[in-house]
């Protein structure tokens, strides 16, 4: 009987097919087959990570809104027939970059968490801030984790992490993680159309509204050239300085007529702002004696600046008469007046440091000035250079502008001329920067927007186009030169002309650095003597970069001694 129970059975099973929780492997053969700590341990893992994603929070990368410059209110008052430039005449943006997925930015995250852990600082990712060009990780150090361990590790954690550099922020202001700044693998564009057609721009209250670009969320930048009240600009060749440069004047071309605002631009290299000549009889202040539009020697600069300090005299003078404190004040009494309004004046130096290594002493004095008095009465400063040094932004300058941007620079010793603190050695250049605000110690990313030669050109001939407005002269102060800076007089009765013939004549140079070095006198009166040397036949013309050439010998100088 019971060997045949089993047959019975065998026949049942061939009659009808097996049922597919009979086929199910039991649940007790699986965990007999994996010991159970290890069990465990794979359970634990999972749930951790599973727990970790959930517990990091991914922003969504900022959507700027989009309106047309074009019809805003504003723009469309009567402004004696000139017609502000259009954003049709601007490129299209275009957006070519790709954009992390969720679970991508999430495996980076833990990549960068494994990574710390490799280098021995414990760390989670808390927060990704997904942006255009750079993705911003906040992590939260462990306990008894010092933040100068995630400084030291930028370099190691820009070569894991396959990135061109790291910023480390240590730690981010008001929060207790640190930031780690990692760029994108497609970096985007950012359009000077884009930023121009933001409400931020379009619908700002100030003409000096600048359309600076985005920040590294991917909201808009723009800031207030009135409030600054003067920047300073500092980053090597290739950072973007030259762009932001164009930026600033064109924003400010976009939103204000001739009438409003004059631009004074000294370009020293005489190349970078050949296109805004076309500006001459409407935004290009006009000076006597000085006849480039766009000045690039070092006397005319003296002149221009002296000129400059001239009309804020003038125009304190004016304000007090009109019992105002300010521009804006005086503006809006004078407009139901038949007096015209006040300009803002804006001074624009692209490169400082040629100006200060060849007559420092000159250019200094009228920039301190100017800097620290003339903000009430509308004149504001803009100044680059690619030669961060304490030599050229010297602590009087850099005292009185308190706004100043940096772009890649070479060195940390650079990032704390122009900031205060490093970090502007960590940027990827090509308008990626860093902005020292008003009254602040920290420092906020930007990405500068990118404005093409084409496009500027196209600005440039649409105001060409308008009618011009009444022409603004500034008289120049050419005497006030010659007698302040050196205690000097009429050239002709230069009391050193003997010793700088000596000099020239025992050198065999007829140089002004020379007499600037040796004579401790500034470039004016240098420049001064070398011209009555040239009169009187003791040197030769000027010849471009060389030094003159010598025309006397040393019984010359034997002949006016005696």
């Known amino acids: 009987e019971e060997e045949s129970e089993p047959e019975t059975n065998e026949e049942e099973n ?23 700590s290890e069990t465990t341990l794979v359970e634990n893992e999972t749930e951790a990570t599973d727990e970790s994603d959930e517990n990091l929070n991914i922003e969504e990368m900022a959507q700027t809104e989009e309106v047309d410059i074009d019809e805003v209110v504003e ?64 992590v939260e150090p462990a306990e008894g984790v010092r933040v100068n361990k995630f400084v030291a590790l930028a370099d190691d954690l820009a070569r894991v992490m396959e990135a061109s550099s790291v910023r480390v922020i240590a730690p981010i202001p008001g929060k207790s993680s640190v930031g780690i700044e990692i760029p994108n693998l497609n970096p985007a564009t950012v359009f000077f159309k884009s930023v121009v057609n933001s409400p931020e721009f379009a619908e700002a209250e100030s003409i000096l509204s600048l359309a600076v670009g985005k920040t590294t969320s991917g909201e808009i930048a723009t800031l207030d050239l009135a409030k600054m009240p003067h920047l300073l600009i500092a980053g090597t060749t290739g950072s973007g300085k030259s762009v932001c440069i164009n930026t600033i004047i064109c924003s400010i071309i976009y939103r204000a007529t001739p009438d409003e605002v004059k631009f004074v631009m000294i370009d020293p290299k005489k190349v970078e702002m050949t296109l805004y000549r076309q500006l001459e009889g409407y935004h290009l202040l006009k000076m006597e004696d000085i006849q480039e539009p766009i000045v690039t020697s070092v006397d005319n600069a003296i002149l221009a600046l002296r000129a400059l300090e001239k009309e804020m005299d003038r125009r304190y003078n004016v304000l007090a008469d009109a019992v105002v404190r300010n521009i804006g004040e005086y503006n809006e009494k004078m407009q139901n007046t038949d007096e015209s309004i006040m300009p803002y004046i804006i001074l624009v130096i692209d490169e400082l440091a040629d100006l200060m290594m060849l007559s420092a002493k000159d250019v200094e004095a009228p920039i301190a000035r100017l800097a620290q008095l003339s903000r009430a009465v509308g004149i504001h400063l803009v100044i680059a250079t690619q030669r961060p040094s304490v030599d050229v932004i010297t602590g009087v300058i850099k005292a009185n502008f308190p706004s100043r941007i940096a772009f890649q620079v070479a060195s940390k010793v650079d990032s704390r001329t122009i900031i205060d603190q490093t970090g502007a050695d960590k940027l990827i250049g090509r308008g990626d920067m860093l902005h020292l605000g008003t009254g602040s110690s920290d420092v906020t990313r930007m990405h500068n927007a990118f404005l093409t030669l084409e496009e500027i050109e196209a600005v440039m001939n649409h105001v060409s186009d308008q009618p011009k407005p009444d022409e603004m002269i500034l008289p120049t102060v050419r005497e006030a030169v010659a007698t302040e800076f050196g205690g000097d007089g009429d050239s002709s009765s230069d009391e050193l002309f003997n010793d700088a013939v000596a000099l020239v004549i025992t050198h065999q140079q007829g140089s002004i650095s020379l007499l600037q070095r040796r004579l401790k006198v500034g470039y004016s009166r240098a420049a001064r003597l070398i011209d009555q040397m040239e009169q009187t036949g003791v040197v030769g013309p000027f010849t471009g970069s060389k030094a003159r050439e010598v025309l006397v010998d040393e019984t010359y100088l034997e002949m006016i001694r005696e």
């Open 75 to 138: 723009r469309q008052k009567p402004r004696r027939k000139y017609q502000l430039p259009s954003s049709e005449l601007l490129a299209n943006p275009v957006n070519v970059s790709d954009t992390f997925t969720r679970d991508e930015l999430i495996e980076r995250a833990n990549y960068l968490t494994q990574s710390l852990a490799t280098f021995g600082v414990e760390g989670k990712v808390v927060n990704v801030h997904p942006g255009p060009i750079i993705t911003l990780f906040e």
């Open 14 to 36: 061939l009659a009808s097919p097996p049922t597919f929780d009979e086929i199910q492997p039991e649940p007790e053969n699986d965990l007999e087959s994996v010991p159970e």
